[in-house]
């Protein structure tokens, strides 16, 4: 069927819109999925989408910041498949906020579901991996917002150079048991979390969502955003096997945004 043939792959955040272009562009590959989201109706869409191009999904509606809820999931993709081989840490949220309007508890709301999730699965899901001696491929969400400045949203910048340096020191530390680790730095991506984002700045900065629009593509040098899907692909890519000595990488797409 594909690259990605009975490999077993955990997908965090599969009812969002990268989520979902993940969990099905591994899933035409011929990947079994175990998904997860808090959306219950958006999760059970990817699944049944997941499911009509022949593989094995399976949906768990969990929140991420309940540990024992990312245990149960680990536990659950065991004993279904009895092995994980990749690990796509998706789930994530972003805000928009002024610099000093960010309150303590929204900073450390941001930082719980897009570093501390993510950390938690990593360790989780090597501990399995180490185990079974089969290496594998984890990929986390990070942004180009986590390589650059982000004056509206400091918290969600923050929260994903963390995500960047998290990426880097597990590589490290795993790359003897042949696991490789590498985040995605996206630009800006066509999806509800962008759509929400639009919503916000347009409120704030009194500016039609239409000119907030027009405004990202001309900062974006290929002119356009991208497609969830143009994400999936680099995904897919880094969680087979074509990707094999790459670790430790936080690799843009991004239309050339951040180039320098
Ligand atoms: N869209 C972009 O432009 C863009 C750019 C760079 C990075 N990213 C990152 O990509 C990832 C996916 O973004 P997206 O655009 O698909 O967003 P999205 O909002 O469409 O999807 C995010 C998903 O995460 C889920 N989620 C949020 N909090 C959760 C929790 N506590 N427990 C379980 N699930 C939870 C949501 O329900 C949602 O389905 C995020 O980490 C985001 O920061 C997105």
């Given at each position: 069927m594909?690259?990605?043939?009975?490999?077993?792959?955990?997908v965090?955040g599969?009812?969002?819109g990268?989520?979902?272009?993940?969990?099905?562009?591994?899933?035409?590959?011929?990947?079994?999925?175990?998904l997860?989201?808090?959306n219950?109706?958006?999760?059970?869409?990817?699944?049944?989408?997941?499911?009509?191009?022949?593989?094995?999904?399976?949906?768990?509606r969990?929140?991420?910041?309940?540990?024992?809820?990312?245990?149960y999931?680990?536990?659950?993709?065991k004993?279904?498949?009895?092995k994980?081989?990749?690990?796509?840490n998706?789930?994530?949220?972003?805000?928009?906020?002024?610099?000093?309007?960010?309150?303590?508890?929204?900073?450390?709301?941001?930082f719980?579901?897009?570093?501390?999730?993510?950390?938690?699965l990593?360790?989780?899901?090597?501990k399995?991996?180490?185990?079974?001696?089969?290496?594998?491929?984890?990929?986390n969400?990070?942004?180009?917002?986590?390589?650059?400045?982000?004056?509206?949203?400091?918290?969600?910048?923050?929260?994903?150079?963390?995500?960047?340096?998290l990426?880097?020191?597990?590589?490290?530390?795993?790359?003897?048991s042949?696991?490789?680790v590498?985040?995605l730095?996206?630009?800006?991506?066509?999806?509800?979390?962008?759509?929400?984002?639009?919503?916000?700045r347009?409120?704030?900065?009194?500016?039609?969502?239409?000119?907030i629009?027009?405004?990202?593509e001309?900062?974006?040098?290929?002119?356009?955003l991208?497609?969830?899907?143009?994400?999936?692909d680099?995904?897919?890519?880094?969680?087979?096997?074509?990707?094999r000595?790459?670790?430790?990488?936080?690799?843009?797409?991004?239309?050339?945004?951040?180039a320098?």
């Amino acid at each position: 069927m594909g690259n990605l043939d009975g490999r077993v792959c955990l997908v965090t955040g599969a009812g969002g819109g990268i989520g979902r272009s993940i969990s099905l562009k591994l899933a035409s590959q011929g990947a079994n999925l175990v998904l997860t989201d808090i959306n219950e109706e958006q999760l059970n869409d990817t699944v049944q989408q997941c499911c009509e191009l022949g593989v094995s999904a399976s949906g768990y509606r969990i929140d991420l910041t309940d540990s024992t809820a990312l245990e149960y999931v680990v536990e659950q993709t065991k004993s279904q498949f009895q092995k994980i081989d990749v690990l796509a840490n998706v789930a994530g949220i972003m805000e928009t906020r002024s610099f000093l309007e960010i309150k303590a508890d929204e900073w450390n709301r941001m930082f719980a579901i897009n570093v501390t999730t993510t950390f938690q699965l990593i360790q989780l899901v090597a501990k399995e991996m180490i185990e079974q001696g089969n290496g594998g491929s984890i990929i986390n969400l990070s942004s180009t917002a986590g390589r650059l400045h982000r004056p509206m949203a400091a918290h969600y910048a923050a929260s994903k150079a963390a995500v960047i340096s998290l990426t880097r020191s597990a590589a490290v530390a795993l790359a003897p048991s042949n696991i490789r680790v590498n985040a995605l730095c996206p630009g800006i991506i066509d999806t509800p979390m962008i759509q929400q984002v639009r919503e916000s700045r347009s409120e704030l900065l009194d500016i039609s969502q239409d000119d907030i629009q027009k405004h990202w593509e001309r900062i974006i040098p290929m002119g356009r955003l991208a497609s969830p899907d143009e994400v999936a692909d680099l995904a897919a890519f880094l969680a087979s096997d074509a990707a094999r000595y790459i670790t430790g990488e936080a690799i843009g797409i991004n239309g050339g945004t951040d180039a320098s």
